[in-house]
T-cell receptor
C-alpha cells in the first residue's frame, strides 16, 4: 500500500529564507509526483508535476526534485515571501487504471514579514 | 475558461439526513475524481469515473456513500444516513484523461451535527 509522508508538519521562517519541504513515499511504482498549494478554506493549486522519468522541475522560485529509487521528493522555495504562507501537499500518482492521487498530510508554512 | 465548480460550498446537516454534493468538471474532461479531506490531513481518494462509469470505487468508506455521473459530465456524490464522522471537505477533480493533470474544485465543506 502506498504511503506518503511529509516532514516537517509545520514550519515558520522569516521572510527571505530559502527552505526545503520533504516528501517520502513507500512504493516507487509511481506515474508522477505533484506538489500542491492549499490556502485556508480553498481548493488545491498545482505547483509542479514531475513525471516518473524526470529528476526535477522548476517554476519561478520553486524547484522540485524526485528520486524515485529512494522514494523521496523535495520542494525548494527560494527567497520566501509572506505570500508563500500556505499548506503544501505532496501527492504521488499511482500507476494503476485510475491514476488516483495519494496525498501526504502536508506541511503548514508560515513566512513571517 | 471555467474551472471545476462544486456546489454547495458549505452544507450543514443533521445526523441521519441524506445529502447530495455536486461537481461540474471542466468541459471535455472525461476523468472525474472525488476525494475527502479531513481537518489537518491530505485528501483521500473516494471514487474515479471514466466517462459515465465508476471505474474505481475502492475508496468509498461504506455503502452509505454513492456517486453517479449519468451523462459523463456533472457528478453527484450522495451520502445516506450521515454521521458526524462524515464531516469533512469533499473535493472534486477532473482531467482530460486519467493520465493527465487533475484540476481541483474549491470543495464542499460538509458539517454533520
Amino acid at each position: 500500500k502506498q504511503e506518503v509522508t511529509q516532514i516537517p508538519a509545520a514550519l515558520s521562517v522569516p521572510e527571505g529564507e530559502n527552505l526545503v519541504l520533504n516528501c517520502s513515499f513507500t512504493d516507487s511504482a509511481i506515474y508522477n509526483l505533484q506538489w500542491f498549494r492549499q490556502d485556508p478554506g480553498k481548493g488545491l493549486t498545482s505547483l509542479l508535476l514531475i513525471q516518473s522519468s524526470q529528476r526535477e522541475q522548476t517554476s519561478g522560485r520553486l524547484n522540485a526534485s524526485l528520486d524515485k529509487s529512494s522514494g523521496r521528493s523535495t520542494l525548494y522555495i527560494a527567497a520566501s515571501q509572506p505570500g508563500d504562507s500556505a499548506t503544501y501537499l505532496c501527492a504521488v500518482c499511482r500507476m494503476d487504471s485510475s491514476y488516483k492521487l495519494i496525498f501526504g498530510s502536508g506541511t503548514r508554512l508560515l513566512v513571517r514579514p | 475558461g471555467a474551472g471545476v465548480s462544486q456546489t454547495p460550498s458549505n452544507k450543514v446537516t443533521e445526523k441521519g439526513k441524506y445529502v447530495e454534493l455536486r461537481c461540474d468538471p471542466i468541459s471535455g474532461h472525461t476523468a472525474l475524481y472525488w476525494y475527502r479531506q479531513s481537518l489537518g490531513q491530505g485528501p483521500e481518494f473516494l471514487i474515479y469515473f471514466q466517462g459515465t462509469g465508476a471505474a474505481d470505487d475502492s475508496g468509498l468508506p461504506n455503502d452509505r456513500f454513492f456517486a453517479v455521473r449519468p451523462e459523463g459530465s456533472v457528478s453527484t456524490l450522495k451520502i445516506q444516513r450521515t454521521e458526524r464522522g462524515d464531516s469533512a471537505v469533499y473535493l472534486c477533480a477532473s482531467a482530460l484523461v486519467a493520465t493527465e493533470t487533475q484540476y481541483f474544485g474549491p470543495g464542499t465543506r460538509l458539517l454533520v451535527l
